[in-house]
């Protein structure tokens, strides 16, 4: 009676004895700050507890920063894949949005681009092809997807201010032959990248099955910056 009593006291204390191997993979960048007690190596751990808040802010920007040059000379890195983040392509796509504001087919209703089916078309859109990623075998995660498809829609984003510009002078056939070479080249460019990213991740005989939603995903967000014109 006292031994089962005992045992009842201790719900939890065969928990000490369970071992979980390093060997067990884990999706994404998982980091534990420890306290300045625990010691790896002889140094002192990194802990963001203590650090001030001007720091941690200038930390997530140069992070933020690095990963828009690697979509810039795309490569086939695990860089922008290890140390993911939504800010980007959040950043990216309000700033999207924003351009695409004030469309001639706005004022007369017509369905021009607005705010909310901007974000719609865009994160939909990046789900949609994260979960066909999943569904045919690859092994990036849900968000590293997500990051990758935002932070590549940035030469789109840059053709979209290049537009803008354009059509200050007015619309005619060489302002469409100069926003067509843009839009085409940042097309090929956003398509480029995030395969040259993900292609790793990916079964080698489901490849195309990956990169066609990938292409028409860019493909209508192209399509509507080229079709932009402003209102009068």
Not at 24 to 29: A, F
Not at 54 to 71: C, M, P, Q, S, Y
Not at 155 to 176: D, E, H, K
């Amino acid at each position: 009676m006292a031994a089962a009593e005992e045992d009842a006291s201790r719900p939890f204390a065969g928990l000490s004895d369970v071992f979980i191997s390093e060997d067990i993979p884990v999706e994404g960048d998982i980091n534990v700050p420890m306290g300045s007690a625990s010691k790896r190596g002889g140094e002192d751990e990194f802990s963001t507890l203590d650090e001030p808040v001007k720091e941690t802010i200038l930390r997530d920007l140069r992070a933020v920063g690095n990963k828009f040059v690697h979509v810039l000379y795309p490569k086939r890195s695990s860089a922008l894949l290890r140390d993911w983040d939504l800010w980007g392509p959040l950043l990216l796509c309000v700033t999207l949005a924003l351009l695409l504001q004030g469309g001639a087919a706005d004022s007369d209703d017509q369905g021009g681009p607005q705010f909310a089916e901007v974000f719609v078309i865009i994160w939909f859109g990046s789900i949609i092809i994260t979960l066909n990623s999943k569904l045919l075998g690859g092994t990036i995660s849900f968000f590293q997807s997500l990051c990758v498809l935002g932070y590549c829609i940035m030469p789109l984003t840059v053709a979209m201010v290049v537009c803008r510009i354009v059509l200050l002078g007015g619309p005619g056939p060489i302002s469409f032959a100069v926003r067509l070479i843009v839009v085409t080249a940042s097309f090929g460019w956003s398509t480029f990248a995030s395969t040259a990213f993900l292609a790793d991740s990916q079964p080698p005989n489901r490849k195309a099955l990956v990169v066609y939603p990938v292409f028409l995903f860019y493909f209508v967000i192209g399509w509507i910056v080229l079709t932009f014109s402003p209102s009068q």
